[in-house]
């Protein structure tokens, strides 16, 4: 999980920009936000992995996380 990612500017203010409008359907709830992005992503990575195929086991054993709305 030590991805690092650099942007430039433009990508920075382009991230921020989707940020922001992420929070803001979320009535500017910063931490509902981000529990909604991770599940969303987690959602995102098991549809990859079932295209994919079978993928090493993750260290921390890849325990899954619901957060309601």
Do not use: C, W, Y
């Not at 430039?8 to 803001?24: H, P």
């Not at 098991?46 to 993750?58: H, K, N």
């Amino acid at each position: 999980m030590a991805h690092i990612v650099t942007l430039d500017s433009r990508q920075e203010a382009a991230l921020q920009a989707v940020a922001d409008k992420f929070v803001a359907v979320h009535k500017g709830d910063v931490m509902k936000a981000l529990k909604e992005m991770i599940v969303l992503n987690g959602r995102l990575q098991e549809q990859l992995d079932a295209r994919s195929g079978p993928r090493p086991a993750r260290r921390n054993g890849g325990e899954h996380f619901a957060f309601g709305r």
